[in-house]
């Protein structure tokens, strides 16, 4: 597919970068057609890297030398794949900010892997309890990727992990670590989430604040043969009923008076301290 030039966003080819938004893309009613927008040259790589493919890529005419490589993986994965410059002002009307040498590029949204397929072979993965903040669903994303966390499972209600910013953040660590949605209700999917990691053999450890917490250097916490972490939203922290059929509720022991650290500070604590149960990396 030949590289074209376009003088403006109001260009209907650009729908996908300029006038929908991430859960129009996400096509719900249509799985199959649904599609995800990668933002900058990292993310594009790891996501071409993690053998999503791209429909149509958009960028400067002066980053083309910087991004030959990126080029050149777009049409070896899918040769029918749109490459689009536009000028930079343009591109600042989609994104708000400048694109240092960057791009954006629209993917087919792949086939989510069940829990089964995306535990398979776990030693220690983390769970999202409907956190709805694209920042850290990416940086959570992150450190598992950075520590080597087997795999991440979502809540129903979580925000979606190929959400443009939740990918920017994670600087598309997202196509590194297999992840899967668990639980049925949105409401409640620890009712039959939890049970379902439970058959699987996850001892469960809810990361909460509680008279009955035990701290994460608890010695059982390492003595499980498969562990999953579950991780609450931003205030409000994770739903009673969620604690209540985890096998633990852990703390992470602080000073200071400090109670608590941000979801993505204490995520990466959490991983780190219990690295050991690590199988796939």
């Known amino acids: 597919m030949p590289i074209e030039k376009i003088s403006t966003i ?36 790891r996501a071409l ?4 493919t791209p429909l149509s890529l958009l960028t400067e005419e002066r980053y083309l030398y910087q991004l030959q490589d990126v080029i050149e993986k777009t049409e070896a994965a899918n040769p029918e794949a749109n490459i689009f ?12 900010f ?15 892997l069940t829990v089964e397929q995306a535990v398979d072979g776990a030693g220690l993965v983390a769970i999202l309890e409907d956190i ?32 443009r910013r939740a990918l920017r953040v994670s600087m598309g660590t997202v196509f590194q670590v297999p992840w899967a949605r668990l639980g049925g209700d949105v409401h409640d999917w620890a009712a039959t989430g939890i049970d379902h990691l439970h058959s699987l053999g996850f001892k469960t450890a809810a990361m909460a604040l509680s008279d009955e917490s035990i701290p994460l ?8 043969d498969r562990l999953a972490l579950v991780f609450g939203t931003e205030g409000d922290g994770l739903a009673q009923s969620t604690i209540s059929r985890c096998d633990w509720t ?21 991983f780190w301290q219990l690295r050991s149960l690590i199988r796939k990396s």
């Open 132 to 163: 709805r903040d694209f920042t850290n669903v990416g940086a959570l994303f992150r450190s598992a990727a950075a520590i080597g966390v087997d795999a991440v499972l979502v809540s129903p209600a979580c925000y979606d992990p190929l959400y």
């Open 217 to 224: 250097d608890s010695p059982q916490l390492l003595e499980a």
């Open 98 to 112: 400048h694109l240092n040498r960057g791009a954006l590029c629209a993917f087919r949204r792949p086939h989510e």
């Open 85 to 96: 410059l536009a000028p930079s002002e343009e591109l600042e009307k989609i994104t708000g």
């Open 250 to 270: 852990v703390r992470i022991p602080m000073k200071h008076g400090v109670d608590s650290l941000n979801v993505a500070a204490s995520s990466a604590v959490a």
């Open 49 to 52: 890297d993690g053998g999503a």
């Open 10 to 45: 109001d260009d209907q080819r650009l729908d996908p970068f300029a006038r929908l938004t991430d859960l129009q893309l996400r096509s719900r009613i249509e799985p199959s057609k649904g599609v995800f927008i990668a933002e900058t040259a990292e993310v594009i790589r």
